[in-house]
């Protein structure tokens, strides 16, 4: 499997226009993608760091790119996996390799950055470093508990029922990138409304399924 040469991630610094943001990294790791087949690998790498906000951000950008299910279901397995582990208090955000290997080809990688790129750009617009108390709790467990429901709701095929926890994730990779609490503190939001929507959604199926084999 070959592999793109990353571009380094920078920490954002207030005030500078200049600085190099995460969809700058993803803009020139489209521009030099591999021949073949992409991995999810390639992208973590071209991302340039291994923080947590960074690999929730490379396997939550499918959520939010209109891609064939075969394709977004390609990378469920990997956010659930790296979800649980933070649920039962694991640290670090090395992934196996059999999880980086997983790979789509470089015409669908294409259409999934060109689609995600328009909402990272759109979100990046607001965020900033800010309110630290939110901003720093990655570390907590009860975060890794929260994460694992918001990945079960974009695995679990419900109509409707994926892209808002999708655009959540994303919303929180960002705003643990950039240290913005604000951001995170939205996303949390957005993860509760998300699965009381997907526990509406659930009921009602399961209500209308009832009444139908009455």
Known sequence: MSA???VPYSEPATGEDTEERTSDVLAAFRANLPEGRVSLGD???ALGDRSLG????ALALPTVAPVPLGVSCLFDLPILLFSARMAFGRTGTALPDWLLRRSVSRNMAVRMIDAAMPRLTGIE???KPRFPRFANIDGERWFGVLVLLLSLT???PLPLTGWLPGFALVLLSLGLIERDGAAIAGAL???IASLVFFA???SGLSY???ELLR
């Open 54 to 57: 960074t690999i929730l951000l």
């Open 4 to 6: 793109s040469r990353g």
């Open 125 to 127: 617009r607001m965020l």
């Open 208 to 210: 209308a399924g009832q």
């Open 200 to 202: 509406l959604v659930a």
């Open 154 to 156: 974009c695995v679990v």
């Open 43 to 45: 992208l973590v790498r």
């Open 189 to 191: 939001g957005l993860t």
